[in-house]
């Protein structure tokens, strides 16, 4: 006889990574139970949610959301309806969920994916940018609940997969693969030129408008780098950073045998989201199994630094330490919505972060304030860079 089915609440519901989730859980009722859901807006695809999965707690960003969730709703379900942080937190933490699959976009995930690791809550992590953001306080919360903390995003997750082959005292390197995004191989003088749009056509995964563009500029490899050092607690200089396009080997270990244990499948998300769903368990999935023969060649590369910054900035952020990931990935995130908003250019993204990088006061990461504070004053800095004459429009 089964089990009773897993609660699950999802941080980030209508997102990329949520929809994902929500596959996951339609093919697995049996095992999996949705008991919390949280969004930003309360639109359409919400309201379809909440009346398929019928969680007994939500949250959307603000109230005006959650009017217009309640009107869209119309009596036809009636969860419990939160906002803002605290509503995201109450789902994560009140909801009577066994794991919260964390994947609310940017610093915005930190306070209610922390609430749930010190609730004691199983969370399987999305939201890489909380852990760059307060990764040692994310890690310690951890510890100390006994929370497990079971990664989402591809490279993790294999990296979690590899692990299994030894013991960590075994573990040599690390080796992140990333498919270079759709600008690889372009030289500087185009760069400059590169529209929005294509910087949101990724040649291999289809994922949201932010992590898309930290893809084209190679920042989503840089957290990755942060994300992989206090997850696996592997300092930066053991972690090496390969450019692969076909997407296939999701990442590596190398032992200290030399032996390298690489986990590969199809660049589809449903597939790490299950693994961390079904944990420890593996179960029969809906993605199509890799087809070894028909994937042909695999190629590796390395990055180039010189045309794609933002990798070594994440680098000499972790290095610095403290508060100074923290203000890499605020800067970051205003520099990103500013290049989507078509204030700026694709080439003044790691402009901007180096300046306010550049401004780093070495500050320690104590406490969740001291983050949240160096977050503020990074994200009123990159505003400030932006809006300066050193920025060309
Ligand atoms: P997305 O933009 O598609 O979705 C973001 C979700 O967060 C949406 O549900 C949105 O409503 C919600 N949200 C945004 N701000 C919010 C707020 N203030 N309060 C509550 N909810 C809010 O993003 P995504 O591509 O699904 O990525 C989500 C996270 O997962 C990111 O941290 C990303 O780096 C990570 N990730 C994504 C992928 C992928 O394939 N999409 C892969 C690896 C990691
Ligand atoms: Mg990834």
Redesign the pocket.
């Known amino acids: 006889m089964r089990n009773a089915p897993k609660k699950i609440a999802i ?10 989730t929500l596959d996951v859980v339609a093919r697995h009722r049996d095992r999996l139970q949705v008991v919390g859901l ?4 309360g639109g359409a ?2 309201t379809e949610q909440i009346l398929r999965f019928r969680p007994a707690v939500v ?3 603000d109230e005006r959301a959650a009017r217009d969730l309640a009107a869209r709703l119309d009596g036809r379900a009636r969860p419990r309806i939160g906002v ?2 605290a ?2 937190t109450e789902v994560a933490v009140a909801s009577g969920a066994d794991l919260v699959v ?5 610093a ?2 930190l306070l ?1 994916t922390l609430a749930a690791l010190s609730a004691g809550i199983t969370v399987a992590l ?5 852990l760059v953001v307060a990764g040692e306080l994310m890690v310690r919360a951890a510890r100390e609940a006994g929370a497990q903390l079971l990664p ?4 993790h997750n294999a990296i979690h997969q590899c692990l299994r082959a030894g013991r960590r005292e075994e573990v040599d390197r690390i080796i992140l693969t990333g498919s270079g995004g759709p600008f690889r191989g372009m030289d500087r003088s185009a760069l400059e030129r590169v529209s929005v749009e294509e910087a949101l056509r990724h040649p291999t ?8 563009v ?1 893809s084209a500029t190679l920042m ?1 490899k840089g ?1 990755e780098v942060i994300e992989a050092s206090f997850l696996f607690g592997i300092p930066a200089e053991r972690i090496d950073v390969v450019i692969h396009p076909q997407s296939v080997v999701h990442s590596m270990v190398r032992f200290r045998d030399g032996s390298v244990v690489a986990q590969l499948g199809a660049a589809d ?1 449903r597939h ?1 989201i299950q693994y961390a769903l079904s944990w420890p368990e593996r179960w029969e999935s809906a993605v199509a199994p890799l087809d070894i023969l028909e994937v042909g060649a695999l190629t590796f590369e390395p990055p180039d630094h010189e045309r794609f910054p933002c990798l070594g900035l994440a680098r000499e952020a972790l290095r610095r330490g403290g508060t100074a990931p923290a203000r890499l990935n605020a800067a970051n995130e205003v520099a990103v919505a500013a290049f989507l908003a078509g204030q700026i250019r694709f080439v003044d993204i790691p402009a901007v972060i180096e300046e306010v990088l550049a401004e780093e006061d070495g500050s320690p990461a104590d406490s969740v304030e001291d983050v949240l504070a160096a977050d503020r004053e990074a994200r009123r800095r990159a505003r400030a860079v932006i809006g300066s004459e050193r920025i060309r429009r």
């Open positions: 941080l980030g519901s209508t997102g990329s990574i949520g929809r994902s949280a969004a930003g807006s695809r919400l949250s959307v960003k803002g942080t509503g995201a964390s994947a609310i976009v940017g915005a995930g209610p999305a939201n890489k940018e909380s989402v995003d591809s490279e995964w289809s994922m949201g408008p932010k992590i898309t930290d989503n957290l998300m790490p």
